[in-house]
Nanobody, 118 residues
């Protein structure tokens, strides 16, 4: 099972980026999908999550600016990030609970760097 994240980069404050994370391999179904971020020296934190029923959860710091969505057919989760701030600078990781065989397992993507300049 692999998670391929993309879409990170350098953007000015106030700008937008869209992250994507596609799952591949022996996953027959995906439950929760989410995005986390981590800054060096700090703990990884949840940014946004989306359940199989499309119930969404957001960190308070990104509410109203970020939108998480998913495409089940493509096994892909997206994070639309608008009105970006310098404090959004971090490595962003996708995370899924995927059904492999008869068990749900948790998987992480490799991370994609988002840098917001002031």
């Amino acid at each position: 099972v692999q998670l391929q994240a993309s879409g990170g980069g350098l953007v000015q404050a106030g700008g937008s980026l869209r992250l994507s994370c596609a799952a591949s391999g022996s996953i027959s179904s995906i439950d929760t999908m989410g995005w986390y971020r981590q800054v060096p020296g700090k703990q990884r934190e949840l940014v946004a999550g989306i359940s199989r029923y499309s119930t969404r959860t957001y960190a308070d710091s990104v509410k109203g600016r970020f939108t998480i969505s998913r495409d089940n057919a493509k096994k892909t989760v997206y994070l639309q990030m608008d009105s970006l701030k310098p404090e959004d600078t971090a490595i962003y990781y996708c995370n899924i609970d995927g059904l492999v065989g008869f068990r749900y397992e948790n998987y992480w993507g490799q991370g994609t760097l988002v840098t917001v300049s002031s």
